[in-house]
């Protein structure tokens, strides 16, 4: 089953503009919640992560919104930068339960 | 070591052949974890260990595949009777405490290919 749903499953964007990753999970025991992103040939490597206690942390243009009623969060990138292209996975509790990814492309 | 590192970084082998994977975690990371990445697909856990406690290995898609971590650190994944169905890459990853909210840092994967 999966419990970490996220999307879209690709995202193209123009440089400076906003990319919005989404997930959902449904076990509200799950009390982590990482972002990790991955380069081609490179393993995933820890972006942001939130705890529920709070709604959003923000890491420079990286911010994550935490929706614990809805069971949701998202990864917001501001001013988006071709640097960022990348697949991003969301993740819950102790890494046991990723998202499918998300391919990001940011056009110069 | 500075990082987690895997071994080989690629493999090729033939459909019904036995391959061993090689992860060295973190030094002093009580936990770690193998994963695989099927071509456009997300990370699919497979194994999970956590110091001396038996592994969880809830993600292991069939009897084929079996994993073992001696003396808490190095580890190796083992498949046997390779399918074409196995060719993906396998990540392994380790975490410095137990339970929750901890970074896992990844190794650069093996990428295994079988014809």
């Known amino acids: 089953q999966q419990q970490v749903k996220q999307s879209p499953q690709s995202l193209i964007v123009q440089k400076g503009g906003i990319s919005i990753i989404n997930c959902a999970y449904e076990?509200?025991?799950?009390?982590?919640f990482p972002w990790y992103q991955q380069f081609p040939g490179k393993g995933p490597a820890l972006l942001i992560a939130?705890?529920?206690?709070?709604s959003e942390k923000k890491e420079g243009r990286f911010t994550i919104s935490f929706n614990k009623s809805a069971k949701q969060f998202s990864l917001h990138i501001m001013d988006s930068q071709p640097g960022d292209s990348a697949t991003y996975f969301c993740?819950?509790?102790?890494?046991?339960?990723f998202g499918t990814g998300t391919r990001l492309t940011v056009i110069p | 070591g500075a990082g987690v590192s895997q071994s080989p970084s690629n493999k090729v082998t033939e459909k019904g052949k036995d391959v061993e994977l090689r992860c060295d975690p973190i030094?002093?990371?009580?936990?770690l974890y193998w994963y695989r990445q099927s071509l456009g697909q997300g990370l699919e856990f497979l194994i999970y260990?956590?110091?001396?406690?038996?592994?969880?290995k809830s993600g292991l898609p069939s009897d084929r595949f079996s994993a073992e971590r001696t003396g808490g650190s190095v580890s190796t994944l083992t498949i046997q009777r390779t399918q074409q169905e196995d060719s993906a890459v396998y990540l392994c990853?380790?975490?410095?405490?137990?339970?929750?909210?901890?970074?896992?840092?990844f190794g650069q994967g093996t990428r295994l290919t079988v014809v």
């Open positions: 990853a380790s975490s410095p405490g137990q339970g929750a909210r901890t970074e896992a840092f």
């Open positions: 076990n509200t025991a799950f009390d982590y």
């Open positions: 939130i705890r529920p206690d709070v």
């Open positions: 993740a819950a509790t102790n890494n046991l339960f």
């Open positions: 030094s002093g990371h009580t936990a």
């Open positions: 260990f956590q110091g001396n406690s038996a592994p969880d």
